[in-house]
């Protein structure tokens, strides 16, 4: 039987197996896909490690940047890690003064340019479409390739990865044994649910309701392209976070449990980020549906994506690419959810990070270290059971 039990394969869910297979524990990681389909598949890949705003937050964010810069070197292969300039993107009619007060507690205060200055630094934004930007200090990782260099340093300390879908979690008494799937029950002393957005699901089949939420997630990827994109580009005033802080007050707790509601009208950030390869993804379009599985018409959203990016970004707008969607957990304070569930001291939640990048590799550590006796603050405030 082995110690840990992880279920879900992307960021979250392989670096904590990575980093408990290092410390010791022996780990079965159980994803769904063997391709990717959660937030891991569709995100950025940004890491703002300037936006802690706090002493707890500017700790992680340093720790974080630190780490994701000596990952590529200790698994032995690319995360494609580099660092970038970001740049966010302000409306015509915004007050800059008001935007900057926005980010007037982050770690790196931002550097206000003008429309021309702004154009200067990336020729692709459109400069009669913009108030100008905010400059910012960040870097960037290519998520599929932090996966499969994780996946592959795992498997070689002697993790095991099975592809299978969990059907249920097995619960005796106040103890998680294990997990169902249709090849069969797999036991192990303690489980990490690590299924991103759809923890949730997952956890509410065994009557298990933390307060963890979900958006799903709208872009577009291109084939590589002949166009240079030298920034990452996103908006100042993100409207997702605002999506996220006014569909978590607890009267709307039970509608989570209840498939069939939209709990506002859909956003889009309009923003964009080219790979290595010359690919570049450009949304995102945001909605708050409860049911994880629900339907979306394709075209119009498509259209709504390339509408609002048109505008600042007509080039990248206009490019051929394929609509993709997935789920992107969240909590209601914008810290994640690390630590074992009210009533089953074996079963821990790992997920609800709003920047997975900057916390997911430092926090992994400090868990699987955590787990070995030795006291951490900040895994201790990071517990579900915050929100009891």
Same mark, same amino acid.
């Given at each position: ?196 957005? +759809?923890?949730? /699901? =997952?956890?509410?089949?065994?009557? #298990? !309701?933390?307060?963890?939420? @979900? %958006? ?120 994640? +959810?690390?630590? /074992? =569930?009210?009533?089953?001291?074996? #079963? !821990?939640?790992?997920?609800? @990070? %709003? ?34």
């Amino acid at each position: 039987m082995h110690d840990w039990l992880v279920v879900g394969g992307g960021i979250t869910g392989i670096s904590l197996s990575y980093e408990l297979q290092k410390s010791g524990f022996s780990v079965l990681l159980v994803e769904q896909h063997q391709q990717l389909q959660g937030g891991s598949s569709l995100g950025y890949g940004g890491i703002s490690y300037w936006s802690g705003t706090n002493p707890m937050t500017q700790q992680l964010c340093q720790e974080g940047i630190k780490r994701q810069r000596e990952l590529s070197h200790e698994l032995s292969e690319s995360t494609e890690f580099r660092e970038l300039d970001l740049l966010l993107t302000l409306e015509p009619e915004a007050n800059p003064q008001d935007i900057l007060h926005q980010y007037a507690d982050c770690a790196i205060a931002p550097v206000l340019l003008s429309p021309q200055e702004s154009v200067e630094r990336e020729p692709l934004l459109d400069i009669n479409n913009i108030g100008g930007a905010l400059l910012l200090p960040h870097a960037h990782i290519n998520l599929d390739s932090f996966v499969k260099a994780h996946s592959r340093a795992f498997q070689k300390l002697g993790g095991e990865i099975l592809y299978v879908k969990v059907n249920n979690l097995k619960i005796e008494s106040d103890r998680v044994t294990g997990i169902t799937t249709n090849q069969g029950d797999f036991t192990a002393s303690n489980v990490a649910v690590c299924a991103g957005g +759809l923890s949730r /699901a =997952l956890l509410k089949v065994s009557d #298990l !309701h933390p307060r963890i939420y @979900f %958006t799903h997630a709208e872009a577009i990827d291109t084939e590589p392209v002949d166009l240079e994109l030298r920034s990452m580009i996103m908006p100042a005033d993100t409207k997702r976070y605002a999506l996220e802080g006014k569909t978590t007050d607890i009267e709307k707790e039970p509608l989570w449990d209840e498939a069939g509601h939209e709990l506002l009208p859909a956003s889009v950030d309009a923003g964009a980020i080219q790979f290595s390869d010359r690919r570049i993804r450009f949304g995102q379009l945001s909605r708050v549906l409860t049911d994880p599985h629900a339907a979306i018409d394709p075209k119009q959203s498509e259209a709504d994506i390339r509408t609002s990016v048109h505008k600042i970004l007509p080039k990248i707008g206009d490019l051929k690419g394929t609509w993709r969607k997935c789920l992107v957990a969240f909590s209601n304070d914008n810290l994640p +959810l690390v630590g /074992a =569930l009210h009533g089953y001291e074996n #079963l !821990h939640l790992f997920s609800g @990070f %709003t920047s997975p990048t900057v916390y997911v590799p430092t926090l992994s550590q400090r868990f699987a270290n955590y787990l070995k006796g030795n006291s951490d603050e900040i895994i201790s405030r990071l517990s579900p059971n915050r929100f009891l």
